[in-house]
């Protein structure tokens, strides 16, 4: 006998991520799932942002990692409200390991949330956490091709930074086919060019101010 | 290996699902292309999954969709093995239409070995849910 069902395979976890994403707007807080490969910046791009942005906007970081605390301890340099979730052996997080780390974090004392999320632009993306958008990161050191091949976290970010830009005169990047791609997958996504540890944050930084004030008015 | 967790969130929708004393024989999924799964993962990774669980034994059968493209000459939305691959009409530049979906398309329980005893069992879909 056939039982008909049709239902979402993660529908447990988004049923989780539907209780993280309620008690994130209680708080009046913009929150932001932050992916993207091993390496390609996520850290460091939240160490700048939040040198930046202190005592101006109120930033706390949930960070996923599979084993160590080193990134928690980079972020700590900066901001009191950061908190480390261990995956283990998991290659992303899921809505319930972000409900945890949720409840060692005080909301109500934060403009914006970013959870990094383990280094990984495939399975991350399929795991709604309660997140308002999803940032992807690219690097032009991965090259030109990985958003072709990525092109779920393309089709489901609100906004894509390719990090490294400093880079560009010692690697071969085709940045025009890179964009053409981008837009192919997802013709509403902004693309925007940065350096993490060269500082050159200006757009990204705006449109997190951006996003805190729509979020207010 | 998302596989792995897809597999484990796979297990504890069907036991939401399945009817109690049921054996299930196979559970019917539906990828999209977009999902990036891996069919040879996803079945080491459900064998693993359903270990030492009321689902052992039973079998997944997982559909990857094709891509479904959109072309932005002749606006015709036709399947495709692989993502931009180019329109009849010449066109190079298709898009991706969707292919994100993951879902449970139905469970199929073993026939009981005799004529039913309880007649009685209504099924958990015809509740609201
Ligand atoms: N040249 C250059 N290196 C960078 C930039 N951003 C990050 N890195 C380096 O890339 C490496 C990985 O960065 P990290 O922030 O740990 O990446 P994550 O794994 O994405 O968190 C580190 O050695 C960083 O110093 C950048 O904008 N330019
Ligand atoms: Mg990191
Ligand atoms: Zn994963
Ligand atoms: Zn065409």
């Given at each position: 006998m056939d039982i008909p069902i049709v239902e979402n395979v993660l529908k447990l976890n988004d049923e989780v991520a539907q209780i993280n994403r309620a008690k994130i707007r209680d708080a009046g807080v913009f929150c932001i799932d932050m992916i993207g490969s091993p390496g390609c910046g996520k850290t460091a791009l939240l160490e700048t942002t939040l040198k930046h942005?202190?005592?101006?906007?109120?930033?706390?970081?949930l960070v996923g990692d599979l084993t160590t605390t080193r990134d928690a301890q980079r972020i700590a340099q900066w901001c009191s409200d950061v908190v480390q979730i261990n995956?283990?052996?998991?290659?992303?997080?899921?809505?319930?390991?972000v409900r945890q780390g949720l409840e060692q974090i005080d909301l109500a004392?934060?403009?914006?949330?970013?959870?990094?999320?383990?280094?990984?632009?495939?399975?991350?993306?399929?795991?709604?956490?309660?997140?308002?958008?999803?940032?992807?990161?690219?690097?032009?050191a991965e090259g030109d091709d990985k958003a072709a091949k990525h092109p779920y976290i393309v089709q489901?970010?609100?906004?894509?930074?390719?990090n490294k830009m400093d880079l560009k005169p010692y690697v071969s990047f085709d940045l025009r086919q890179f964009r053409e791609?981008?837009?192919?997958?997802?013709?509403?996504?902004?693309?925007?060019?940065?350096?993490?540890?060269?500082?050159?944050?200006?757009?990204w930084v705006q449109w997190l101010s951006r996003q805190v004030v729509s979020k207010v008015s | 290996m998302h596989e792995f967790s897809i597999a484990t969130a796979l297990v504890d929708l069907v036991k939401q699902h399945c009817p109690p004393g049921e054996k299930v024989e196979r559970v019917s999924v539906s990828a999209g292309p977009m999902r990036g799964i891996e069919p040879s993962a996803m079945q080491w990774a459900w064998e693993?999954?359903?270990?030492?669980?009321?689902?052992?034994?039973?079998?997944?059968?997982?559909?990857?969709?094709?891509?479904?493209?959109?072309?932005?000459?002749?606006?015709?939305i036709f399947a495709a093995k692989n993502m931009f691959e180019p329109c009849e009409c010449g066109c190079e530049t298709t898009s991706p239409v969707e292919g994100n979906e993951l879902k449970l398309i139905s469970l199929t329980l073993a026939d009981p070995p005799g004529p039913p005893e309880n007649t009685s069992w209504t099924s958990p879909l015809s509740k609201t849910c």
């Open positions: 942005l202190a005592g101006q906007l109120r930033i706390g970081v995956t283990g052996k998991g290659c992303h997080l899921d809505a319930n390991q004392n934060l403009d914006i949330l970013v959870i990094e999320n383990v280094g990984n632009l495939i399975c991350p993306v399929g795991f709604d956490l309660g997140q308002n958008v999803k940032v992807g990161v690219f690097s032009i489901e970010a609100e906004l894509l930074l390719l791609d981008i837009d192919r997958i997802n013709s509403d996504v902004q693309l925007m060019e940065i350096s993490a540890t060269e500082g050159w944050i200006a757009d | 693993a999954a359903i270990d030492e669980t009321f689902l052992e034994g039973s079998e997944l059968d997982l559909k990857i969709e094709l891509w479904q493209m959109r072309c932005p000459a002749c606006k015709k």
